[in-house]
């Protein structure tokens, strides 16, 4: 049973988003401000707790860290959960953790050496924006997702907001669960996804499957996790796309 937590959850941010959020159900952003309506943006809203680290405490002690024979990157990080995890009823706050996480990884150093000239500055802003939100789903240890939101479905929420076409949307989806397409980039996204209490995982192996990705803890099982995105997925992505604005003539 989906279980509505109807506090609005308001967090200031760096940057302001842009205000074309506003069209899914919701959302409201006003300049750095961006607030989110439980009731009406969630499809399934069952837990208000998430799982969080200090962000500068993993940039200090956890980016730099190298793996060895001993202990690969994953174990790194999983130590660190454990030793720094904390629980918060506070959605902003976890929010603002996100954005800081996903400035970092989606930072325009990265375009240089990226090898996708069609990945602008501004589709990193995308990407930043997108991912911050997708930040409040989550997945139970038992595979359960308990709460999913529009942006659990990446392409279809970009194409609503950012007026993008099928093949632009999943170009940043790929992007956006790919790690840049590189090792180094894996690793780099490995560490900063401590601070949201997991790892990055996906319902989907390529665009065309289009069923998102989440923060989900270590250990959660991802067989139960991929029954129950798949009973639900079909539905809830023909709604988000129900949001998008129709050209004039």
Same mark, same amino acid.
């Given at each position: 049973?989906?279980?509505?937590?109807?506090?609005?959850?308001?967090? %200031?941010?760096?940057? =302001?988003?842009?205000?074309?959020?506003? *069209?899914?159900?919701?959302?409201? $952003?006003?300049?750095?401000?961006?607030?989110?309506?439980? =009731?009406?943006?969630?499809?399934?809203?069952?837990?208000?707790?998430?799982?969080?680290?200090?962000? &500068? /405490?993993?940039?200090?002690?956890?980016?730099?860290?190298? %793996?060895?024979? @001993?202990?690969?990157? %994953?174990?790194?990080?999983?130590?660190?959960?454990?030793?720094?995890?904390?629980?918060?009823?506070?959605?902003?706050?976890?929010?603002?953790? +996100?954005?800081?996480?996903?400035?970092?990884?989606?930072?325009?150093?990265?375009? #240089?050496?990226?090898?996708?000239?069609?990945?602008? =500055?501004?589709?990193?802003?995308?990407?930043? %924006?997108? =991912?911050?939100?997708?930040?409040? &789903?989550? $997945? @139970?240890?038992?595979?359960?997702?308990? &709460?999913?939101?529009?942006?659990?479905?990446?392409? #279809? +929420?970009?194409?609503?907001?950012?007026?993008?076409?099928?093949?632009?949307?999943?170009? /940043?989806? @790929?992007?956006?669960?790919?790690?840049?397409?590189?090792?180094?980039?894996?690793?780099?996204?490995?560490? #900063?996804?401590?601070?949201?209490?997991? *790892? /990055?995982?996906?319902?989907?192996?390529?665009?065309?499957?289009?069923?998102?990705?989440?923060?989900?803890?270590?250990?959660?099982?991802?067989? &139960?996790?991929?029954?129950?995105?798949?009973?639900?997925?079909?539905?809830?992505?023909?709604?988000?796309?129900?949001?998008?604005?129709?050209?004039?003539?």
């Amino acid at each position: 049973m989906t279980t509505i937590d109807t506090t609005a959850i308001t967090v %200031e941010l760096p940057e =302001a988003f842009d205000a074309r959020w506003s *069209r899914l159900p919701g959302v409201q $952003v006003d300049g750095r401000r961006l607030t989110v309506d439980p =009731a009406e943006y969630f499809f399934r809203f069952e837990s208000h707790t998430w799982l969080v680290a200090d962000w &500068n /405490l993993v940039k200090d002690q956890l980016l730099a860290a190298d %793996e060895t024979t @001993e202990s690969a990157v %994953e174990q790194l990080a999983l130590d660190f959960i454990k030793r720094h995890g904390e629980s918060t009823s506070d959605a902003g706050r976890v929010l603002g953790i +996100a954005y800081e996480v996903y400035a970092y990884l989606f930072r325009e150093e990265h375009l #240089a050496g990226l090898g996708l000239p069609q990945v602008t =500055a501004e589709h990193q802003r995308m990407l930043r %924006e997108a =991912a911050t939100l997708m930040a409040l &789903n989550k $997945v @139970e240890l038992d595979g359960h997702i308990s &709460n999913v939101g529009p942006c659990w479905f990446f392409p #279809a +929420a970009t194409s609503v907001v950012f007026d993008l076409d099928d093949a632009t949307g999943g170009m /940043l989806d @790929e992007v956006y669960h790919g790690g840049w397409f590189n090792e180094h980039r894996r690793i780099e996204a490995i560490k #900063a996804h401590a601070t949201l209490g997991g *790892r /990055l995982v996906h319902g989907c192996q390529s665009v065309p499957d289009q069923t998102g990705g989440v923060v989900a803890p270590y250990g959660a099982s991802m067989a &139960n996790f991929r029954e129950d995105l798949a009973e639900f997925k079909a539905d809830w992505i023909a709604r988000v796309y129900s949001h998008r604005v129709t050209p004039g003539p």
